[in-house]
């Protein structure tokens, strides 16, 4: 059974920064897709970005491009991380980790991802502006 659990958000002022961690357990194998999304009051979840565990590669919305990186620890490979950069108001949503496993790098993507077996409770990021 693999576990998601999220932390790192709060409040913050536009134009600030916040990380994300998601620890995930259950599964030790590379083959495993592992994502955040955000959904935000009123609106359908959004993938945000991906990475494949096996060889980090990633996949980003366009929203968010250029301003959130998702990696993976270096040595402690069940932490997942979300750094967000030049947040707006519009970056304001519950923030989820998800986990796939047994997952082909080709199907690490964020549509995919949607059908994630395993979700955490989620953590909120406001930012004021």
């Known amino acids: 059974q693999v576990q998601v659990v999220e932390s790192g958000g709060g409040s913050v002022q536009a134009g600030g920064s916040l990380r994300l961690s998601c620890i995930h357990s259950?599964?030790?194998?590379?083959?495993?897709?592992l994502a955040w999304f955000r959904q935000a009051p009123g609106k359908e979840r959004e993938g945000v970005a991906s990475i494949y565990r096996g060889d980090g590669t990633t996949h980003y919305a366009d929203s968010v491009k250029g301003r959130f990186t998702i990696s993976q620890h270096r040595s402690a490979v069940n932490t997942l991380y979300l750094q967000m950069n030049s947040l707006t108001s519009e970056d304001t949503a519950m923030y989820y980790c998800a986990a796939a496993p047994e997952v082909t790098w080709s199907n690490c993507t964020l549509p995919v991802m949607t059908r994630a077996e395993y979700w955490g409770q989620g953590t909120q990021v406001t930012v004021s502006s």
């Open positions: 259950g599964y030790s194998y590379n083959t495993m897709c």
